[in-house]
């Protein structure tokens, strides 16, 4: 596929004209209507599955598989205006693209697709906001029936970042903050894009010259147009009433209210598509990389760190390596010291949060399961370079827990315990069921999927639950969110004591040295906490969401991320900021609060959620399941053992194996 085309624009604004129009040039392939499904059919890509947010997504949601899954799925629906299917491998097919969503995707897209072209089309905002009031009435255009914590009509069109701070009766104000939110968030994206691969149309022009605008747009795409237009244009598939110039006086009223919100916005958009009419240079071509025609191509990722000349040092000093997740980039990160630099290795997991490390076990919780590792030192001896390795982790189990949102996990006496958040529950494992609780909240009434209070940070005292922290006392759905900024709690499992309230965000709880430590996330905060008397008093202020935290002797290893402006994160102190925040792993002394050293990532990583050390492990590897190590490796036990050869045992072959090698067996 060669530069693809994607319109962008607000809801209702013509965009269904414009792209049925378009689709009768013969070079162009498209899918027939909008894609709604072939995005949110993908798991990752779902809204619910990322905290029903918005329709927002950026390059840090895409993976290889979701880049490939996402052309595959464009590519097998595409059809000519004649409605005959794409050839997979025929060269250079040019697809045209249209849903009022990728307003919000315009990241993701380019990700995708580098080479893709955009087509930017304005709407004035007192005519296209009075129609997306008009489509909300009509019942037509509903696109999330049972929005979580939504009351109002049924949520219709695209759900922008910040729904949540909207009024559920003033329909006005919502369809005014879903134009401005699109054109904002076109323009902002559209500025970090080439520009010589962009181009704007208004509406208004659109439609009173149609043929000049289309060969124009058709021009700048270098396709062909062998078709006429008539003078009377035909009415799109989503139209609702035809075009009136006075359609705008039903809502006269309302537009008065809404317009001054939107007024910066619009002259921004303005200036762009008067700037925009044609490219602003000549095109460059993108240079893609080689594969079949039809192969999705992942895109290179940018996974960019720097770190402080203390870390790798403190790392050796100590005999420790570090295991970090990002649910956001979907990794595990390994970081280790080689010589005087930190090396940074990354394992590809799907949604990783929750972690559990010993140098002997690992438990890692992901979008639908929780994968069990464990450390085969013997197989680190194979792994190239040689005796570089001193661990190596090897998938043992999975279990299927379904989509609970897994927060913090800990090995205990009992094996592994984890926080069900989706479930507001404290939880292990059994072979039978996907999870068994054993403990919520006492203000929790019911056990139901609804992530009424958030519940997030574990802590074990003596191989048993102890601690955990919850971001709202809160027993109804999404509850935590109305009190975000200050309502986090820290409570006791044992006695179901509320031993503090009032925090931002709080997560991460920890003993260490005799004392409780908690991260208050939401200022970038590493607090101890007074058992007895709830005091929680702030050690360090570090420039970041704190969560994920480990410690070792007088250190701490802190988590930090970025946090996007969205929904989740808006209204806490940190956002407030304007200060940097950064992504990485902080170290701070915890008798002083001095920063001694960082791990910052400055690529396509931008939240991190787990921190693991692994003492007395200096350079372990994970392997990913496809390694042909994984075929010829097993673990058996003891008395198992003893009737293997010592040869195998050990992991050593004769030069006479080694022409026909066997598979060996490991304690």
Same mark, same amino acid.
């Given at each position: 596929?060669?530069?693809?085309?994607?319109?962008?624009?607000?809801?209702?604004?013509?965009?269904?004209?414009?792209?049925?129009?378009?689709?009768?040039?013969?070079?162009?392939?498209?899918?027939?209507?909008?894609?709604?499904?072939?995005?949110?059919?993908?798991?990752?890509?779902?809204?619910?599955?990322?905290?029903?947010?918005?329709?927002?997504?950026?390059?840090?949601?895409?993976?290889?598989?979701?880049?490939?899954?996402?052309?595959?799925?464009?590519?097998?629906?595409?059809?000519?205006?004649?409605?005959?299917?794409?050839?997979?491998?025929?060269?250079?097919?040019?697809?045209?693209?249209?849903?009022?969503?990728?307003?919000?995707?315009?990241?993701?897209?380019?990700?995708?697709?580098?080479?893709?072209?955009?087509?930017?089309?304005?709407?004035?905002?007192?005519?296209?906001?009075?129609?997306?009031?008009?489509?909300?009435?009509?019942?037509?255009?509903?696109?999330?029936?049972?929005?979580?914590?939504?009351?109002?009509?049924?949520?219709?069109?695209?759900?922008?970042?910040?729904?949540?701070?909207?009024?559920?009766?003033?329909?006005?104000?919502?369809?005014?903050?879903?134009?401005?939110?699109?054109?904002?968030?076109?323009?902002?994206?559209?500025?970090?894009?080439?520009?010589?691969?962009?181009?704007?149309?208004?509406?208004?022009?659109?439609? !009173?010259?149609?043929?000049?605008?289309?060969?124009?747009?058709?021009?700048?795409?270098?396709?062909?147009?062998?078709?006429?237009?008539?003078?009377?244009?035909?009415?799109?598939?989503?139209?609702?009433?035809?075009?009136?110039?006075?359609?705008?006086?039903?809502?006269?009223?309302?537009?008065?209210?809404?317009?001054?919100?939107?007024?910066?916005?619009?002259?921004?958009?303005?200036?762009?598509?008067?700037?925009?009419?044609?490219?602003?240079?000549?095109?460059?071509?993108?240079?893609?990389?080689?594969?079949?025609?039809?192969?999705?191509?992942?895109?290179?990722?940018?996974?960019?760190?720097?770190?402080?000349?203390?870390?790798?040092?403190?790392?050796?000093?100590?005999?420790?390596?570090?295991?970090?997740?990002?649910?956001?980039?979907?990794?595990?990160?390994?970081?280790?010291?080689?010589?005087?630099?930190?090396?940074?290795?990354?394992?590809?997991?799907?949604?990783?949060?929750?972690?559990?490390?010993?140098?002997?076990?690992?438990?890692?919780?992901?979008?639908?399961?929780?994968?069990?590792?464990?450390?085969?030192?013997?197989?680190?001896?194979?792994?190239?370079?040689?005796?570089?390795?001193?661990?190596?982790?090897?998938?043992?189990?999975?279990?299927?827990?379904?989509?609970?949102?897994?927060?913090?996990?800990?090995?205990?006496?009992?094996?592994?315990?984890?926080?069900?958040?989706?479930?507001?529950?404290?939880?292990?494992?059994?072979?039978?069921?996907?999870?068994?609780?054993?403990?919520?909240?006492?203000?929790?009434?019911?056990?139901?999927?609804?992530?009424?209070?958030?519940?997030?940070?574990?802590?074990?005292?003596?191989?048993?639950?102890?601690?955990?922290?919850?971001?709202?006392?809160?027993?109804?759905?999404?509850?935590?969110?109305?009190?975000?900024?200050? !309502?986090?709690?820290?409570?006791?499992?044992?006695?179901?004591?509320?031993?503090?309230?009032?925090?931002?965000?709080?997560?991460?709880?920890?003993?260490?040295?005799?004392?409780?430590?908690?991260?208050?996330?939401?200022?970038?905060?590493?607090?101890?906490?007074?058992?007895?008397?709830?005091?929680?008093?702030?050690?360090?202020?570090?420039?970041?969401?704190?969560?994920?935290?480990?410690?070792?002797?007088?250190?701490?290893?802190?988590?930090?991320?970025?946090?996007?402006?969205?929904?989740?994160?808006?209204?806490?102190?940190?956002?407030?900021?304007?200060?940097?925040?950064?992504?990485?792993?902080?170290?701070?002394?915890?008798?002083?609060?001095?920063?001694?050293?960082?791990?910052?990532?400055?690529?396509?990583?931008?939240?991190?959620?787990?921190?693991?050390?692994?003492?007395?492990?200096?350079?372990?590897?994970?392997?990913?399941?496809?390694?042909?190590?994984?075929?010829?490796?097993?673990?058996?036990?003891?008395?198992?053992?003893?009737?293997?050869?010592?040869?195998?045992?050990?992991?050593?072959?004769?030069?006479?194996?080694?022409?026909?090698?066997?598979?060996?067996?490991?304690?």
């Amino acid at each position: 596929m060669k530069d693809p085309i994607f319109i962008l624009a607000a809801p209702r604004s013509g965009s269904s004209f414009l792209f049925e129009t378009l689709a009768r040039s013969p070079d162009l392939f498209t899918v027939g209507g909008e894609s709604h499904q072939i995005f949110e059919t993908i798991e990752a890509l779902r809204p619910e599955n990322n905290e029903w947010d918005s329709n927002r997504l950026t390059e840090h949601q895409t993976t290889p598989e979701i880049i490939r899954e996402v052309r595959g799925r464009f590519l097998a629906k595409l059809r000519d205006r004649n409605g005959s299917p794409a050839r997979p491998t025929a060269r250079n097919i040019r697809m045209l693209e249209k849903t009022p969503k990728n307003a919000l995707r315009i990241p993701f897209i380019r990700k995708v697709y580098p080479d893709a072209l955009f087509i930017y089309l304005y709407r004035e905002p007192r005519d296209n906001i009075s129609s997306i009031i008009d489509a909300w009435r009509s019942g037509r255009f509903v696109m999330y029936p049972d929005l979580p914590g939504w009351q109002g009509l049924p949520w219709s069109l695209l759900l922008i970042p910040g729904w949540r701070d909207l009024p559920h009766e003033d329909l006005a104000r919502i369809a005014a903050a879903q134009w401005e939110s699109a054109h904002r968030i076109i323009l902002d994206d559209l500025a970090q894009a080439p520009q010589d691969r962009i181009c704007s149309v208004r509406y208004d022009e659109l439609t !009173g010259d149609p043929l000049a605008q289309v060969k124009r747009l058709c021009e700048f795409a270098q396709v062909k147009w062998d078709d006429e237009l008539n003078e009377q244009l035909p009415l799109s598939r989503h139209t609702l009433t035809p075009p009136d110039p006075d359609k705008w006086k039903n809502n006269e009223a309302d537009l008065e209210r809404v317009l001054p919100q939107v007024s910066e916005t619009a002259q921004r958009a303005e200036a762009f598509v008067s700037e925009r009419k044609q490219p602003l240079l000549p095109r460059q071509p993108v240079v893609l990389p080689k594969g079949g025609q039809g192969q999705a191509q992942p895109a290179a990722e940018d996974l960019r760190s720097v770190h402080t000349k203390s870390m790798p040092a403190i790392c050796n000093q100590l005999g420790v390596s570090l295991l970090v997740t990002t649910y956001q980039a979907g990794k595990l990160i390994i970081a280790r010291a080689d010589g005087q630099v930190l090396n940074t290795h990354f394992r590809l997991f799907q949604k990783p949060m929750g972690m559990a490390a010993t140098p002997s076990h690992l438990a890692i919780g992901t979008q639908n399961e929780i994968q069990i590792l464990r450390n085969m030192p013997d197989v680190a001896c194979k792994l190239e370079p040689k005796n570089k390795h001193d661990a190596c982790y090897l998938f043992r189990n999975v279990h299927i827990t379904g989509d609970i949102d897994i927060h913090e996990m800990s090995w205990g006496e009992e094996g592994l315990w984890f926080i069900n958040t989706r479930f507001s529950c404290l939880c292990t494992l059994d072979l039978e069921h996907s999870f068994v609780p054993r403990w919520r909240p006492p203000f929790i009434s019911a056990l139901s999927p609804e992530d009424r209070c958030h519940l997030n940070g574990l802590c074990l005292e003596n191989g048993k639950p102890k601690y955990v922290t919850a971001l709202g006392q809160s027993d109804k759905p999404q509850g935590w969110r109305e009190h975000k900024k200050d !309502g986090g709690i820290l409570m006791e499992v044992t006695t179901n004591r509320l031993i503090c309230s009032g925090l931002s965000m709080p997560h991460s709880p920890r003993l260490h040295q005799g004392q409780l430590w908690v991260l208050e996330s939401g200022k970038g905060g590493l607090c101890t906490v007074d058992i007895h008397t709830g005091q929680v008093t702030t050690i360090a202020t570090l420039p970041g969401f704190t969560r994920g935290l480990s410690f070792a002797g007088d250190l701490a290893f802190i988590g930090l991320s970025q946090v996007r402006e969205t929904a989740v994160f808006s209204g806490i102190p940190i956002t407030q900021q304007k200060d940097e925040r950064n992504c990485g792993v902080w170290v701070v002394n915890i008798h002083n609060g001095q920063i001694v050293g960082f791990l910052k990532f400055e690529g396509s990583v931008q939240e991190i959620f787990a921190v693991e050390l692994l003492p007395g492990i200096r350079f372990p590897e994970v392997l990913e399941p496809g390694n042909k190590l994984l075929a010829t490796s097993y673990m058996l036990p003891d008395e198992a053992l003893r009737d293997v050869p010592l040869n195998l045992r050990s992991g050593e072959q004769s030069p006479a194996d080694a022409a026909n090698p066997q598979p060996n067996a490991y304690a």
